[in-house]
DNA sequence: GGATTTGTGTAGATCGGTCTACGTTTTTCT
DNA sequence: AGAAAAACGTAGACCGATCTACACAAATCC
């Protein structure tokens, strides 16, 4: 087997330069005190060797330039756009982005969490983490943390997420602009869920917006979680009541719960719009698919996605008050949403 | 600011335990060398002190504890799934999976990879990496790594990857026996296909399986690549045909693609499966969203997974001759394909 | 022109683990 | 019982960077 060649470390630049290692490591970082000729000697010396710092030896006393990113959920494909935005900032300021998934629950969360800081990252960004708001102002305490899709206020870490509130407002005043009064919503009623969490404030927004348009009367949450699964569940349960006290339109809460209710009632032969309109939330890739056409909220993800980078970079930099940014939703009509036919 | 507790360290806990450092260790590693008083009093140590050894200080000498996952594109769901079963298998011997991501060709893959070598990754798994064999060749040589998706020969790095050969057949198999013989296929004609990639191993068997039932004159690859925006193009592409020169099924060779292409075919009014079959590659859930019901070819993602985490801990453990893993695909009939109407 | 400031470079401790080499004690063998 | 082998612990070098403290030289000040 061929031998590998041996890595250049700092001291074999130092050496190879004729100046000491804490000479090249100023280089490197940048610091006060080279001057020119020094930095064009060592630098000289690094392409030469072809030298790379060691990223890991680095984080043992200074910033080990890596980013983690928690998510639920990889195949939830608008989580994975939100990544691409962090990526974009991350990499113009020289920092890598590592993406941890756990999507089994609370404890798989915790232990990816404490593994991304065993391994020294700089900062975190979560992505719609689980658990109650104080577990995340004890770990902002530890390490700058975004989280990504919370709504604020909260003290220790910053928060990007869509205006809820407006996009639920969106879903409902299109539906009724469209003559729909009987207008349900999957809820997300996860047993964790907490006050920020978009389930919340979503779940909220729409029962505003009934209020506003005096159908408080119709305000109906049909229970389950956010996933493909427990959205064909909803849809089953929607499809077995009867046809009377079965809405004739839903707010989906979430694209991929509503894709999944969507699934049910076309299967129990309840066509879409004619029979129910259904508008989705995220604006997943999926939902553009030509024979479906969701109607959904888009929240235009690489761009939070892009402001939570920032976010974690000035935190990273040394800043302490909490910023909390809300990114206004936009409406896109498709072919799932249609006047009541009934 | 409430300032933060200081992290116990393995000095901490060798204090506590009242013996030394290198004990520790020993006990943490399990190595040679530790009676089992010495055990218990330095875990009782440990867990009173709520230590956690810091990976990255372990990965200065011994191992990270860490794999890197090299993805092309999380938006792929077909990858998330490969994602997932690598990490089922890795948590289970206490590793860490960390993702990355790299989209934008092979310089960033390039700089992907570097960043996770220079974070000392213990090994890799890359799925549809570009870029040479002998790239990898050399990569190989440098960490340990698995290739996912790719097919073997290779000397210093495993494979594990569908039977694409057998995958094509299933399809083409499938519409003969519905009764095509004009049977084209997306062909991924990317500039730096290798031999060895899933898109010319899948375009071969195509080719085998059309002259095996005599259809050789039918042979036709549709360029472009494998992505959704390509299969679009790829789609109208053919919608623009005339009649006399369209198939009359289609082999998509991914997914994505041939989602893409049924979008496209949709919108020109061409439906899906009377004027044209469709069967797609990759089995990713989309597909099985009802109004679309894309028939295609399952490759078991999870299982793929799993076997690569496996030969990258074997390989890690000290393996070094190589293993080339062919995994069988399963065809999956939906509602995309029928017998010809013409 | 001597004192002070500024600029440039180095030595060496440090981060938190791992690992080799070696000393001491206990067990096994003949 | 004495020798050899095995079991158990520890000291201290080491991994590859960063960072503080300090030495020395050059520039600026009064």
């Known amino acids: 087997m061929t031998e590998q060649l041996k890595r250049a470390t700092i001291s074999d630049v130092a050496e190879h330069a004729g100046v000491s290692r804490a000479a090249v490591s100023k280089v ?6 080279v001057s020119p000729a020094m930095r064009t000697k060592v630098e000289e010396s690094m392409a030469l060797l072809n030298y790379r710092p060691l990223a890991l030896a680095r984080g043992m ?78 770990l902002g305490r530890t390490i700058p943390v975004v989280v990504l899709g919370r709504h604020g206020p909260a003290k220790y870490f ?14 409902v005043d299109h539906l009724v602009s469209l003559g729909h009064e009987r207008i349900s919503m999957l809820a997300n009623t996860q047993p964790d869920s907490e006050p920020g969490m978009p389930q919340t404030v979503r779940r909220h927004g729409y029962d505003l917006a009934m209020e506003k348009h005096g159908l408080s009367q119709w305000i109906d949450h049909v229970p389950g979680r956010w996933g493909t699964e427990s ?32 699934t049910a009632l076309f299967e129990a032969g309840i066509h879409i719009p004619d029979d129910m309109s259904i508008v989705g939330y995220d604006n997943i890739p999926a939902t553009g698919l030509p024979p479906i056409g ?49």
């Open 158 to 171: 910053d928060t990007v997420a869509s205006d809820d509130i407006a996009g639920s407002a969106l879903i």
């Open 28 to 33: 490197l970082r940048n610091a006060y005190g």
């Open 231 to 262: 959205g064909l569940e909803a849809g089953r349960s929607l499809a077995a009541r009867p046809l009377a006290q079965r809405p004739s339109a839903l707010h989906g809460g979430a694209d991929v719960a509503a894709l999944g209710a969507y």
């Open 61 to 138: 006393r200074g910033n080990s330039y890596t980013l983690g990113v928690f998510l639920v959920d990889l195949s939830n494909t608008f989580f994975s756009v939100l990544a691409e935005g962090i990526r974009d900032v991350a990499e113009e300021l020289g920092y890598q982005v590592l993406i941890g998934q756990a999507r089994q629950g609370l404890d798989a969360q915790q232990k990816l969490i404490e593994a991304m800081i065993d391994r020294r990252m700089d900062g975190l960004v979560l992505i719609a983490p689980f658990g109650p708001n104080d577990e995340l102002e004890k």
């Open 294 to 342: 969701l109607s959904t909220v888009d929240q235009s993800g690489v761009q939070m996605g892009r402001q939570a980078a920032e976010l974690l970079l000035s935190r990273i930099e040394g800043r302490t008050e909490s910023e909390h940014v809300l990114v206004s939703p936009r409406l896109i009509v498709r072919k799932t949403s249609a006047p009541p036919r009934r």
